[in-house]
């Protein structure tokens, strides 16, 4: 059964030699349980257009997959190193995922997700991040 939710996604991210950046999204969103896990699907706008964002979870993995102005998809689990593709208006980026923890505590479609990562190129730390994402019933 799908179910309307209130999505809040704070992301805070460190550069190395820069501040920490703090965003926040707050948006509407749609949540349905599966057999092995849930998905969860949004949209946020961007400057460059809309983005749809689909949460995928199961069995510890998170994927997460981005289409609209933005093309990514990521997969997090937690000790695990994958490859990642983003596309940009402006083009391509190749880079490494360095998965930290991924943490999820649901109750129906309450709840929070938390996922802790690194992203380097060429062994070169890009940044750290974590990214919580919080649902409520509508």
């Given at each position: 059964m799908k179910e309307d939710v209130s999505v809040r996604v704070?992301?805070?991210q460190r550069c190395p030699g820069a501040e920490e950046d703090v965003s926040e999204l707050v948006c509407e969103g749609v949540f349905k349980h599966t057999a092995d896990g849930w998905l969860l699907a949004y949209e946020e706008p961007s400057e460059a257009g809309t983005v749809k964002t689909l949460l995928r979870f199961a069995?510890?993995?998170?994927?997460?997959?981005r289409r609209g102005a933005?093309?990514?998809e990521m997969t997090f689990a937690a000790?695990?190193?994958h490859t990642i593709f983003y596309e940009l208006p402006l083009g391509r980026l190749t880079m490494e995922l360095h998965t930290d923890s991924v943490c999820a505590s649901f109750d129906g479609a309450c709840g929070t997700l938390e996922l802790c990562y690194r992203l380097t190129v060429r062994d070169e730390t890009v940044s750290e991040n974590?990214?919580?994402v919080t649902l409520a019933p509508r």
């Open positions: 704070c992301g805070v069995d510890g993995r998170v994927t997460l997959t933005v093309r990514s000790g695990e190193c974590r990214l919580t």
